[in-house]
């Protein structure tokens, strides 16, 4: 009789993740809490067998996050950040798709969405970091690039204005 190994999906990620790399991620996910080295051998798995998945540089950067370790995170932002620029046919630089968002719209499709909710993440990254300098500039840019505030970095601003008094 052989057995199944059977992971319980903890994390609802995108619908159009391989299987393979969503049980990697579900893997990760559920050894976090008890084993933060299997899991982020598991994270990094999943991200090697699919580069262009963006729900792995998601996961990884809230793991690192997560962990204290925001260097790691932000490392990943800058990575996500790049992919998702890649595949969406704009600049990565936030400060040069700012000086000419009109030739992009960011509210477009899901990659355009996650380089927004990453920029954010990336200003929170900075305020934990204590450089609330570098992420009141993210959070300028990203004000003029999501003007609807769909990522919700509105919150990230708050934050950032309560550590600015």
């Avoid at 962990?67 to 490392?75: C, I, P, T």
């Avoid at 990943?76 to 798709?97: H, K, N, T």
């Avoid at 954010?120 to 999501?146: E, M, T």
């Avoid at 990522?151 to 008094?165: C, H, N, R, T, Y």
């Amino acid at each position: 009789m052989s057995s199944v190994a059977f992971v319980e999906e903890r994390v609802m990620f995108s619908p159009n993740m391989p299987a393979e790399v969503n049980h990697l991620l579900q893997a990760a996910v559920a050894a976090s809490p008890v084993d933060q080295s299997r899991a982020e051998d598991l994270f990094l798995q999943a991200q090697a067998l699919d580069t262009r998945c963006l729900q792995t540089y998601f996961a990884l950067y809230k793991f690192y996050f997560f962990q204290k370790r925001l260097a790691d995170a932000e490392r990943i932002v800058m990575a996500g950040l790049e992919e998702s620029a890649r595949q969406g046919g704009f600049p990565s630089d936030y400060r040069l798709l700012a000086q000419n968002r009109q030739e992009w719209n960011l509210y477009a499709d899901e990659i355009a969405l996650f380089y927004l909710y990453t920029l954010k993440a990336l200003a929170f990254i900075k305020l934990r970091q204590g450089c609330a300098i570098d992420a009141q500039l993210v959070l300028s840019h990203l004000q003029q690039l999501d003007p609807k505030d769909l990522s919700g970095a509105s919150v990230i601003m708050d934050l950032a204005a309560g550590v600015a008094e």
